[in-house]
């Protein structure tokens, strides 16, 4: 039998990882950072946005520079827009200046908690796919919203473990674990994880994947970081694999009860 | 020659003469690349910026990537 590692790999749209763990390219301390980060992390799939050319200075530093898109998948993201129309327009616009379909969706619905708005989310989601993208859904944990994203076509469901950049966890572990039980396609927690072991959660839960962005960029060593998240969705998902033991009441001894003198 | 009013990324510019696409990002001194553009709410296929023509009240998007999460 070959090994979990050697054999375990994860398909979106056709298209086969063998990391789980995909990174966004914001808020680092320079491009070198991100770099530098992106590489530890291990992960094969990077999200960036899509914003204005600043044409009072269009030669700076650009992260294609730095993230190489023929090493790395762009996941191209909608964030910062609040309706489904800004959102079509911003992936119509990405997949022009990239030449890809595979998309990060996110429509949001309140500036303070940044949740999504599922509403406008369908929406878009509907547009896109008719439009032929392959959409990846950030979404919030609820599993009827879920189902009908994947109804619709979406190629991957991410619910949030927490509001974006909060850096709390996994608030509700129970209807991530609803969500993977219930789909056909990966699930991906997006948005929330703090710190290694909420990455480890989301992967022992049954997650294909883990989507991150703060929780390495606002560490004190991002790089260090980067590692350990990379570490921990490993171990993660080696553990969900592996298949943990029950959960008893009371104590069950490790070391034999018979011979004792 | 005849001016031009358009909005490009939000900001109005006055423009002379007859230009294309193409011409606008030179000036603007843009890696035509690396950038996507959206006229009046539509895509301009890249293949398209050397044939497609600044009108006047042109609404103009150029847009790139960058870091996000």
Known sequence: MKSIEEGDFFEIAGRRFRSRLLVGTGKYKDFDETARA???SGAEIVTVAVRRVNLSDP????????????????LPNTAGCYTADDAVRTLRLAREAGGWKLVKLEVLGDQKTLYPDVVETLKASEALIKDGFDVMVYTSDDPIIANALEEIGCCAIMPLAAPIGSGLGIQNPVNIRLI???SNVPVLVDAGVGTASDASIAMELGCDGVLMNTAIAAAKDPVAMARAMRLAVEAGRLAYMAGRMPRKLYADPSSPVGGLI | MQSMQVTVNGESRVLTGALTLEDLLRDFGVDQRKVAVERNLEIVPKSTFGTVMIEDGDRLEVVHFIGGG
């Open chain 1, 180 to 182: 993977v039980e219930q």
């Open chain 1, 59 to 74: 030669v700076q530093p650009m992260l294609t520079d730095f993230v190489d898109p023929k090493k790395y998948t762009y």
């Open chain 1, 38 to 40: 992106i590489e530890a």
